[in-house]
């Protein structure tokens, strides 16, 4: 295969056109000491990790629970299951929880919708069971599929005992599942309807919610996720932010107190925003042509390669993007329409960072011996005159 590879200056002009003011001229910012046990720092588009500390170690998350059971509630409404104005009665096992709570009597009826206000806003215990009871008709059904969908979504260092984070042995998470989860959950914007809401009511104004995610009340752009604390777990917090069109997502656990884990979350999400952005590669329509076709009925076919999704860069790199180009010499017919036959590679700074196949677009059959023949009788005719 024949390899061509330019820099973004002569490849990405139009591409530099996303690039921001702001982002080319941003100052940089260091990231210091992040006071917690396990952290981590993602763009949730890509799932690209910006900055890690013991991601992996297995801690209790208390109520960062209950971002998977936010997910599996705003999953069951997409599909249907029950609306945000269906009526959910209160078991005697959901009144029963500690902790956290609305204080919910057994046979009490609420909304979906309130139930998810005091569940998110105020991290209510009941609620949490309530729902997801609705959900999957017992609570032990529900916390087996908590630990379902957390294997669908590759979340192999999680283990759900309940769906609400109250201390269970064997309960655990790691700060890399956590946001795992939380970028899916993203993929709800009803779920932003609660999260970024500080305070409400319930019951006619005789229950008040307060949000415990003190973040709501000054950080620029925070619009998420979810708080936890027990003695077992320390403070931890899953954040969520968006500037421009730019999202991250801030996990923190087992920090000491409550202000180290905003404080850590802060530090995490400026480091992000002042130092990364998403950048959109733009090919020209001539990079491609089309490839030899080797023993065809035609000698080349045409060929295409998708374009490219946003990558993660930090700030004022875009110009730097390497395009590479492979692609075969020559292919053996026949060709079908689909086939692979090379691949387009982004780098910057000697990482891989995007990569998208060449395909044909048309197929081209083996030549035939009648075909051979006419070629052979055309030649001979030129010959003779």
Known sequence: MSKIKRTAGAFLALALMFLSVSGLFAHAVELTEVKAKSAILIEPQTGQVIFEQNADEKLPEASVTKVMTILLVMEAINEGKFGLDDVITCSDYAASMGGSQIWLEPGEKMTVDDLLKAMIIASANDAAVALGEAVSGSNDAFVARMNERAAELGMTGTVYKNCTGLHDEGHYTTARDIAIVTA?????????????????????????????????????????????????????????????????????????????????????????????????????????????????????????????????????????????????????????????????????????????????????????AGRIFKKILSALLNLSQ
Do not use: H
Not at 204 to 211: A, F, P, R
């Open 184 to 368: 899916e959950l993203l993929k709800y914007p009803l779920v932003f309807d609660y999260t970024t809401v500080w305070m409400d009511y319930l019951r006619d104004g005789k229950t008040e919610l307060v949000n415990t995610n003190k973040l709501l009340r000054g950080y620029v752009g925070i619009n998420g996720m979810k708080t936890g604390t027990t003695s077992e777990a320390g403070k931890c917090l899953s954040a969520t932010a968006e500037r421009d069109g730019f999202a991250l997502v801030a996990v923190v656990l087992g920090s000491e107190t409550s202000d180290d884990r905003f404080r850590s979350a802060r530090q995490l999400l400026d480091y992000g925003f002042a130092n990364y952005e998403m950048f959109a590669p733009q090919l020209p329509a001539d990079l491609l042509g089309t490839v030899k076709v080797k023993g065809g009925m035609e000698k080349e076919a045409a060929v295409s390669c998708p374009g490219f999704d946003e990558v993660l860069i930090p700030k004022g790199k875009g110009a730097e993007i390497e395009v590479a180009v492979d692609i075969a010499g020559a292919v053996e017919a026949p060709v079908e329409p689909g086939q692979t036959v090379g691949k387009v590679t982004l780098s910057l700074e000697g990482k891989e960072i995007a990569v998208r196949e060449i395909k044909t677009t048309e197929g081209v059959k083996k030549i035939t």
